[in-house]
């Protein structure tokens, strides 16, 4: 079973281009969370939300509780962005996390 | 603030062999969990944590044993090691369940 459902899995897009990457969700939660794994294996967090919308410069994070899903924008995209993009959501009904299998985002110069 | 500390980064085991890996954070938190990942797959919860003598199971808990007997530590032990278990490890931490979650480098175990 899949509780957190992510497309698409790959994206290839040309610097400058607008991207969309997008998260469904089946359990209640408490919030959602956009994670990025550089090439490196390292892993940050983006953002935690669990309404409305959120912005931290060229990165936008939205969710709608009732449709449960969630989009990461990435506006004038760059290669420095290349990554894995992983949406999580921690359930509300006890302390654990489930994860998407990430969107692997290649930026072309 | 070291954050999220992971050893080791690289680990090759033959099947049968027991190890620990180990975690560590400095940034007080209560929550730390252990996660594995493999390709196709997204992170896997194995064992968290919500404070020091706490711990519980994730969705896949087998093969593995955790203690907390501190804030700061959380060990996680394969007792005999088999090739199912080759991944990368990731440990993490947080106030809570709830929040944000500051993630380790991670560890590579290979299984032979």
């Known amino acids: 079973k899949n509780e957190v459902e992510q497309s698409p899995q790959n994206l290839t897009a040309q610097e400058g281009e607008f991207i969309t990457i997008n998260c469904s969700y089946s359990?209640?939660?408490?919030?959602l969370h956009w994670l990025q794994q550089h090439p490196g294996g390292g892993i940050v967090s983006l953002f935690m939300?669990?309404?409305g919308k959120k912005k931290h410069g060229r990165l936008i994070a939205t969710i709608n509780i009732q449709e449960k899903h969630s989009s990461l924008h990435i506006t004038a995209s760059h290669p420095r962005d290349s990554a894995v993009y992983i949406c999580a959501v921690s359930q509300n009904t006890g302390n654990q996390f489930y994860f998407g299998t990430g969107t692997s985002l290649t930026v072309i110069p | 603030n070291a954050g999220v500390t992971q050893t080791p980064k690289f680990q090759v085991l033959k099947t049968g062999q027991s190890m620990t890996l180990q975690c560590a954070q400095d940034?007080?938190?209560?929550?730390m969990s252990w996660y594995r990942q493999d390709p196709g797959m997204g992170l896997r919860l194995i064992h968290y944590s919500v404070g020091a003598g706490i711990t519980d199971q994730g969705e896949v808990p087998n093969g593995y044993n955790v203690s907390r007997s501190t804030t700061e530590d959380f060990p996680l032990r394969l007792l005999s090691a088999a090739p199912s278990q080759t991944s990368v490890y990731f440990c993490?931490?947080?106030?809570?369940?709830?929040?944000?979650?500051?993630f380790g480098p991670g560890t590579r175990l290979l299984v032979l």
């Open positions: 939300l669990s309404s």
């Open positions: 993490a931490s947080s106030f809570s369940g709830l929040e944000t979650q500051y």
């Open positions: 359990v209640g939660i408490s919030a």
């Open positions: 940034m007080n938190h209560e929550y």
